[in-house]
C-alpha cells in the first residue's frame, strides 16, 4: 500500500518531482519565448531553432518522466513498463542529447576561429545547416530507440502487482541488458562530439586571453566577453552532460535500485538544470525573464514596463 511505501523512496519522489517542476518551468519558459518571437519576427536565428526544438522536446521528456513514475512509482528500476513507453522514453532522451550536441557543435562553430579549410567552410555554412542537423538528430536518436523495439519480442509475465492503476497480472516488457548496452552506443557519439567541441572551445578561449595579455592597455573586447559567456556557459554543461551520460552507462552496469534512482536524478537534473543555465547565460532569454517577472510583480502600464523593465532586442546567439 501507499501508507507502507519507504520513506526513502518518498524522498526520491519528492526530489524528482521538485526537479521535474524546475525543468518543465525553465523549458516551458525557453519555448513560450522562443515562440513568441518566432510569432513575432515570423522567423528564428538558427541558434534559436535549436534551442526551440530541444527545449520543447525536453518538455515533453520532463512531462513523460513525471506521469509515468506517477503510475509505475513502486518499481524504481521502471523493469516493467510497457514497450511503447520505453521506446518513447528512449527516442526523447536520445533526441534531446543530440540537440544538446547540436548547440554545442554550432557555439563552437560561431566561436572558435579555424585553419583548416574544411571547417572553415563548415563554419561559414553552419546557419544553412541547422536543418541538417535537426534531421540528422531525430534520425540518430530514431536508429539509437531501435533496439528497445525488440524488447517486445521477449514478455515476461508479471506475477506481482506492479502498477497502481492495475491490481492484476498483465504481460510486459523486460529491459534486457544488451538493448542497453546497444542503445549506451546508439547516444555515445553525441557525447564524444560534444567533448571535442569543448576542447576546440576551451581552446580558442585560452589562446585569445593569452593574446590579450600581450596587449599592454589590456583591451577586453566583445569577442572575448563572447569566449567567457560561452566557456562558462559550456563548463556547466559540461558537467550536467558528463554526470547524465555516466548515469545512463550505469543504469545499464548497475542492478541495485539505489543507484538506478540516483542515476535518475542525474539525467532529469540534466535536463531541468541545462535549461536554467540557458536562460542565465542567453541575453535575450534572461531579459525575457526579466520582463515578465516585472509583469508579475504589478508592472503594469506600457510607460512603466517600457522604463523600468528590461527590452529584449538583444541577439541571443553568436553571429
Avoid at 2 to 19: D, E, V
Avoid at 106 to 114: Q, R
Avoid at 208 to 234: E, I, P, S
Wanted: charged share 10%.
Amino acid at each position: 500500500s501507499i501508507k507502507g511505501l519507504p520513506s526513502l523512496i518518498w524522498f526520491y519522489l519528492i526530489i524528482l518531482t521538485t526537479m521535474v517542476v524546475v525543468g518543465l518551468m525553465g523549458n516551458g519558459f525557453i519555448t513560450l519565448a522562443n515562440g513568441c518571437a518566432w510569432v513575432g519576427n515570423k522567423a528564428l536565428p538558427p541558434c534559436d531553432v535549436i534551442v526551440m526544438a530541444l527545449s520543447a522536446s525536453r518538455l515533453v521528456f520532463l512531462a513523460l518522466i513525471q506521469a509515468v513514475h506517477c503510475v509505475f512509482f513502486i518499481d524504481l528500476k521502471l523493469r516493467y513498463l510497457p514497450t511503447a513507453l520505453i521506446f518513447i522514453w528512449a527516442f526523447l532522451n536520445a533526441f534531446t542529447t543530440w540537440m544538446a550536441t547540436c548547440l554545442a557543435v554550432f557555439y563552437c562553430m560561431k566561436i572558435v576561429n579555424f585553419t583548416k579549410p574544411f571547417l572553415e567552410k563548415i563554419k561559414l555554412s553552419i546557419s544553412s545547416m541547422v536543418p541538417h542537423m535537426l534531421l540528422g538528430s531525430f534520425l540518430a536518436s530514431l536508429v539509437a530507440s531501435l533496439s528497445f523495439i525488440c524488447m517486445r519480442f521477449f514478455p515476461q509475465h508479471c506475477n506481482r502487482t506492479m502498477i497502481l492503476l492495475s491490481g492484476s497480472n498483465q504481460t510486459c516488457s523486460v529491459w534486457t541488458p544488451w538493448t542497453s548496452y546497444s542503445y549506451i552506443i546508439g547516444t555515445s557519439p553525441a557525447f564524444i562530439i560534444f567533448l571535442i567541441c569543448s576542447v576546440f572551445l576551451i581552446n580558442s578561449l585560452l589562446h585569445h586571453v593569452k593574446k590579450l595579455k600581450q596587449n599592454k592597455d589590456g583591451f577586453r573586447d566583445q569577442r572575448m566577453d563572447v569566449h567567457v559567456r560561452a566557456v562558462k556557459t559550456f563548463i556547466s554543461f559540461l558537467i550536467l552532460y558528463s554526470a547524465t551520460f555516466s548515469s545512463m552507462v550505469s543504469m545499464t552496469l548497475l542492478y541495485s535500485e539505489l543507484a538506478v534512482a540516483l542515476s535518475k536524478i542525474a539525467v532529469i537534473a540534466f535536463h531541468s538544470g541545462h535549461s536554467v543555465v540557458l536562460v542565465l547565460t542567453n541575453t535575450r532569454l534572461k531579459q525575457a525573464l526579466g520582463k515578465a517577472l516585472c509583469g508579475a510583480m504589478g508592472h503594469s502600464g506600457r510607460e512603466t514596463a517600457s522604463s523600468s523593465c528590461p527590452k529584449t532586442s538583444i541577439e541571443s546567439c553568436p553571429s
